[in-house]
């Protein structure tokens, strides 16, 4: 094998592995490599016979991690997601998937409800005017206040009277404040509508989400979202190394990375400094050469400490769709024996369907038990999703924490899976079983960003966004900003891109509508 490449790309996480496709397609060439023989890094679907090597590893490297139960029979049917996160209708990430034919790869459903808890029961979010009139909950005067709260949330609000001023005030204070909705109303559509982690959320952010919401309801069917098969992220991730690997990307998985040094390129053997000279020498476990390359682009976890100071750490751009990021994420994955179906009432036939892919929300102080700064969402998936098999569900449960926590995920997320399996054997009427759970903490590696001159031609891109709504796209722009870099150094220029907004690199979604029908490649 040539050991000499234009960009070698470190961890197969979704953003690497959009950034590696969208290089391969450029003609540029690329290898890839992970330490894992699976794709996908932290953001991996996994079978259950994977997911219990993946606790045994965290183990011995003295990670935070607890698992009770045995793994059941057809362990290899179950498809577990490292990363339960739903894919918004419209925006970034929506896009690259079409653009660049990767959604062939995989497919992909509407997601089912979205409820919030409340008061020990279940109660459905309205997403459109239509649900509002329909609810049975909400007085006509709550719902004309909700109406016009929508209404202005899904026009430009920015340089409205009802924001001016109020653009760092707490959400649920601007909800009351302005447009007097009620306590129940507030926090229904603070963290079920624009998904808001934590109660000091401010307004502007939320605003912005719950308006990129509103627009994706309705492209493929009355959910904002979509859920993909197969445990949706770690899944899209490899489609995406494939469609780098059709480009002529070469793969390693399975390897781990011994070293990883800096050329330098004023020995005698480099007496011109040119761009297309190597800058960067990595070594490969059991392989017999030094890997060569011009441009390395690395996950934050997978850059040894001398280098994370010395790169140039691509972050998702500062707009006002971003969210406060958490220190960390205490998450549970628990395997259910039993139907995990809230069902979906449809007013038109007097039928009701039913979907194993759900999303619950418990917002700051709904349970006792809980916690009383941070929303937990809980994910279901099923049969449905092709995730697990017919009879069988997995429920994910996240918590944000905004500071180190002296608690054990166990302990903060314990009281949520008691109370969602109460839930589900109220609704079905059945006993759920529970056939194993896992407790863990996910520690979110930062990346400083250097006071001096970053190393030139050495990219560091954060691990995916832990927001459920919105992760997917914020992996889309940074792959985005990461690819307009390499490819700017690799062409012989060294300086930043200004201006990124109106260089296009995914098609605009109205190009895209424009083109429907039609298959669109990069």
């Not at 970034?92 to 992909?108: D, E, H, K, N, Q």
């Not at 941070?374 to 944000?400: D, E, F, Q």
């Not at 560091?460 to 307009?484: K, M, N, W």
Request: aromatic share 8%; with cysteine; proline share 6%.
């Amino acid at each position: 094998m040539d050991n000499s490449f234009d960009v070698i790309v470190l961890g197969t996480g979704l953003t690497e592995s959009i950034t590696a496709a969208a290089l391969s397609k450029a003609g540029f060439k690329v290898a890839h490599i992970d330490p894992n023989s699976y794709y996908g890094a932290d953001e991996a679907s996994l079978s259950l016979d994977e997911l219990v090597r993946w606790i045994d590893h965290r183990k011995e490297d003295n990670h935070s991690v607890s698992h009770y139960g045995e793994v059941p029979p057809h362990a290899r049917q179950y498809s577990v997601s490292l990363a339960p996160s739903v894919i918004p209708s419209i925006g970034p990430f929506i896009s690259s998937l079409i653009a660049s034919g990767v959604s062939r790869y995989g497919s992909f459903k509407l997601l089912g409800r979205v409820v919030i808890y409340d008061g020990g029961i279940l109660k459905d979010v309205p997403q459109s005017k239509d649900d509002i009139f329909q609810s049975k909950v909400m007085s006509l005067l709550e719902k004309r206040r909700v109406t016009r709260f929508l209404l202005f949330a899904a026009g430009k609000f920015e340089n409205s009277k009802e924001l001016h001023g109020q653009e760092n005030l707490p959400l649920l204070d601007f909800l009351h404040r302005i447009f007097s909705l009620s306590e129940a109303t507030a926090r229904a559509v603070a963290y079920a509508l624009g998904y808001c982690w934590f109660i000091s959320e401010t307004t502007l952010p939320a605003l912005h989400r719950i308006r990129a919401y509103l627009k994706a309801s309705g492209r493929y069917g009355p959910s904002s979202f979509l859920v993909g098969y197969y445990g949706s992220s770690g899944e899209i991730a490899q489609g995406f190394c494939r469609a780098a690997a059709v480009g002529g990307g070469v793969y390693i998985l399975g390897r781990s990375i011994t070293s990883i040094s800096s050329v330098d390129t004023i020995e005698p053997e480099y007496p011109v400094l040119t761009p297309d000279l190597p800058r960067f020498a990595i070594e490969v476990h059991d392989f017999p050469d030094l890997l060569h390359c011009r441009c390395l682009i690395s996950s934050t976890s997978l850059l040894p400490g001398h280098l994370r100071t010395l790169a140039d750490v691509i972050r998702p751009s500062l707009s006002p769709c971003g969210s406060p990021q958490p220190f960390a994420m205490a998450r549970c994955i628990a395997i259910v024996d039993g139907p995990i179906t809230l069902s979906l009432e449809t007013e038109d036939s007097g039928t009701s369907d039913a979907s194993d892919s759900s999303l619950i929300v418990f917002p700051p102080g709904s349970l006792n038990g809980g916690s009383a700064i941070s929303a937990v969402h809980v994910m279901t998936a099923g049969p449905g999703t092709m995730s697990a098999p017919s009879g069988k569900g997995i429920l994910y449960i996240s918590m944000p924490l905004p500071t180190n926590s002296v608690h054990s995920a166990e302990i903060l997320l314990r009281p949520y899976l008691t109370a969602v399996l109460l839930l589900f054997r109220s609704e079905q009427q059945q006993q759920q079983t529970l056939i194993c759970s896992t407790f863990y903490m996910q520690e979110l590696v930062s990346c400083t960003t250097s006071t001096s001159d970053p190393l030139v031609g050495l990219l560091a891109v954060p691990s995916l966004s832990p927001h459920t709504t919105q992760g997917v796209d914020e992996a889309a722009i940074v792959a985005e900003a990461t690819f307009r870099k390499a490819t700017s150094f690799l062409n012989g220029e060294t300086k930043d891109i200004e201006g990124c907004e109106h260089h296009v690199f995914w098609p605009v979604l109205a190009e895209m509508e424009e083109e429907e029908g039609n298959v669109m490649q990069w």
